[in-house]
């Protein structure tokens, strides 16, 4: 039997004394990603137990606002992307890719 490999995610948090989060630090070592530094991170995991979604959202103070609607935006079309690999489900991809474009528009980002 082949030894199994392990890949690890690191987040690193600096907190101020009302723990918010000051600092955003993050390491992938198998994508050459060492203490990389972010202003916001979104991490989303499935409870297939409990079926539900457990979720982190964090960004730092001083994550600017307009920053913070174009992270969402890309975030929403990732999403859609990834919906597709994984149901393969055109016609509800091109519905979200549309909300995306609805939600770029409103927010004035394109």
């Known amino acids: ?3 199994l490999h392990t ?3 690191t987040l690193t948090v600096g907190l101020d004394e009302n723990r918010v989060p000051e600092t ?3 390491s992938a070592q198998d994508g050459g990603v060492d203490n990389e ?3 916001a991170m979104l991490l989303s995991v499935w409870d297939s137990k409990n079926k539900e979604s457990l979720k982190i959202d964090l960004w730092t103070k001083d994550m600017p606002v307009d920053e913070m ?3 969402f935006h890309q975030t929403l079309v990732s999403l859609s992307d990834t919906f597709m690999k994984a149901t393969h489900d055109e016609k ?3 519905q979200m890719k549309d909300f995306c474009d609805y939600f770029a528009e409103k927010l004035e980002l394109k």
Do not use: G, Q
């Open 69 to 71: 609607k174009i992270f």
């Open 37 to 39: 530094e972010a202003k």
């Open 24 to 26: 955003l630090n993050w």
């Open 92 to 94: 509800m991809t091109a």
């Open 7 to 9: 890949s690890e995610i």
């Open 1 to 3: 039997m082949a030894d």
